[in-house]
């Protein structure tokens, strides 16, 4: 049956319901992905700009940031020690929160090259309580310890089954960003010197999200002026194959520039198979959809998005109509 038939089925199930679309994921180059919802008033059929009701639409951008023994600086560690049984790495705090306590720190932090992590600095202005801290370029973040006066800080535990390899514990810095990894021993227990550490391999994840988004209550976007050819049969949002466009953002406002994210492009300037992506004012990227059809499915109902018996009303109503 043809998808104008399903879709005066769906209409005669019963009155619309509010729904959400969870997007298709879209991926770029440099960690880049979009994703996110869109929300109708659960029309069914061609939608306009007035039957989208809502949307929170994301762009993220995931970088990751290697410490190892090839890049300047090396390692610094001051109050650094592994317990006797070989299971901890481990680093002093300072006695009294005033007085220096250890370090254990990899890379270099300028003059020069600005690309270190420290795992744990309990000296200077950060005694009390000690820190984690990460560099590269401009990107850096701290995180608190908040560890006690006169003790000693577990950074890392022996990986099972191994004597010299130690899992960093894991960090979660306040914007999200999270740091991980191992750092090898020569095997040795109690206080460690620089010699001792043979190899070490620290990552850091940092996200940075761009979030666009229309409630009820508020909003921070709008739906971007070329968004048309959108329809739904209820449970799939569409983006019309020929010319449609779906995108949110902000409008130029000078001296602001326009940027957006576009999950649909099938516009007079687009490839002809459609394509995705973002803007802002200072990067612009897409990637190609390589969609052949008439109707590109941009978003399928999100997962318990709408009442149960909304959501097998609707399923049985296409099930009917395509039987």
Not at 82 to 105: E, F, I, M, N, Y
Not at 173 to 201: E, H, K, N, R, V
């Amino acid at each position: 049956m043809k998808l104008t038939e399903c879709v005066v089925l769906l209409a005669l199930a019963g009155p619309a319901v509010a729904t959400d679309f969870q997007l298709a994921g879209v991926m770029l180059p440099g960690g880049v992905t979009i994703f996110g919802t869109v929300s109708t008033d659960g029309s069914v059929g061609p939608l306009t700009a007035a039957n989208i009701t809502g949307w929170k639409v994301t762009v993220r951008t995931t970088t990751h940031y290697g410490y190892s023994p090839g890049q300047p600086g090396g390692a610094s560690l001051m109050g650094v020690s592994v317990t006797p049984d070989g299971q901890h790495l481990r680093v002093k705090t300072s006695p009294d929160g005033l007085r220096d306590g250890g370090l254990l720190a990899f890379g270099s932090f300028g003059p020069g090259p600005e690309h270190g992590v420290q795992v744990a600095n309990f000296t200077g202005p950060h005694a009390a309580g000690g820190t984690a801290f990460y560099l590269s370029g401009p990107a850096f973040e701290w995180h608190d310890y908040a560890a006690p006066n006169h003790s000693q800080w577990t950074v890392a535990k022996a990986a099972a089954g191994s004597s010299v390899h130690y899992k960093l514990v894991p960090v979660i810095f306040p914007s999200g960003a999270a740091m991980g990894g191992q750092i090898t021993t020569d095997g040795s227990t109690g206080p460690l010197d620089a010699f001792q550490l043979l190899d070490w391999q620290i990552m850091v994840r940092a996200v940075d999200d761009r979030v666009y988004f229309k409630t009820a209550s508020s909003a921070n976007s709008v739906l971007l002026p070329a968004t048309a050819g959108l329809s739904t049969d209820g449970l799939t949002l569409f983006v019309d194959g020929a010319n449609g466009y779906l995108g949110v953002g902000v409008p130029a406002v000078t001296p602001r520039r326009p940027e957006g994210a576009v999950p649909a492009d099938f516009g007079d300037l687009a490839p002809r198979k459609g394509q995705a992506g973002y803007f802002n004012a200072f990067a612009v990227q897409y990637v190609p959809l390589r969609f052949s059809g008439t109707a590109y499915p941009v978003a399928r109902v999100a997962p318990q998005a709408a009442p149960a018996s909304a959501m097998l009303q609707r399923e049985r109503a296409v099930a009917s109509a395509l039987n």
